[in-house]
């Protein structure tokens, strides 16, 4: 049995993870999301906007994998899993899942963004948030960037690719921790039901994906996931 798991930034809030729609605390509580996630933040001030994403690199060595996490994990024991991620941490590799597509790039990627030659050198150390750090520069001249994807960039296509074959070639899809509200990946579900395949919502509150889902299940991730796939038969019907 092949299953295709679509995560979003609710399963990695369990962990501590701020979402995006999360107030920052402290030096970022006023922060325009726009000035700090798009190429033209970027442009006007690589500075800012990267010592905002290399805080966020580091706050990651202090958080866990949660339950829901190791939970897909363990279900490697007993099924071909896939994980199609929108969040941009590692929680579901650090749990151990093997198969994981980040629809929008990984906060422990970095590139140069001039000629995307990736980047594996020495990150400056960061004990507490600042406001500006001067990017790593590349032998071409370019600056270093994360390797995220920002507001109007396009996915990264290979990431993109593995999805759909993932959600294609699922026997089922399990929806967890995502508002279903962001394209293209919120068309990923529509995909899977159009093809027959049977979704289930994982979601504490009610999404536009949920009056369309073959089951609902209005649980958190840490709660709903062990033991979820033993449920699948009465869920299902």
Known sequence: MQVTVLSGAGI????????????ETGLWAK????????SDGWKANPEKVWAWYLWRHYMMGSVRPNNGHLA?????DYADVHV?????DNLHERAG??????????????RCDYCQSAYDGELPAMPEPVETVDPPQCPCGGL??????????????????????????????IVVGTSSIVYPAAGLPELALANGTAVVE??????????A????????AATALPGLLQRLPTLLG
Do not use: C, M
């Open 12 to 23: 990695s809030a369990e962990s501590g993870v701020p979402t995006f729609r999360d107030a």
């Open 31 to 38: 922060v325009d999301p726009y000035e700090i996630s798009s």
């Open 72 to 76: 897909v994990a363990d279900w490697q």
């Open 84 to 88: 199609v991620t929108q969040n941009v």
């Open 97 to 110: 899942s093997k198969n994981v597509y980040h629809l929008h790039g990984s906060l422990f990627e970095f």
């Open 144 to 173: 270093i960037r994360p390797n995220v994807v920002w507001f109007g960039e396009a996915l990264p296509e290979d990431a993109w690719q593995r999805s759909v074959s993932a959600v294609t070639g699922a026997d089922i899809v």
């Open 202 to 211: 994982v979601n504490p509150e009610p999404t536009p994906l949920s009056e």
């Open 213 to 220: 889902a073959t089951a609902v299940v209005r649980e958190s």
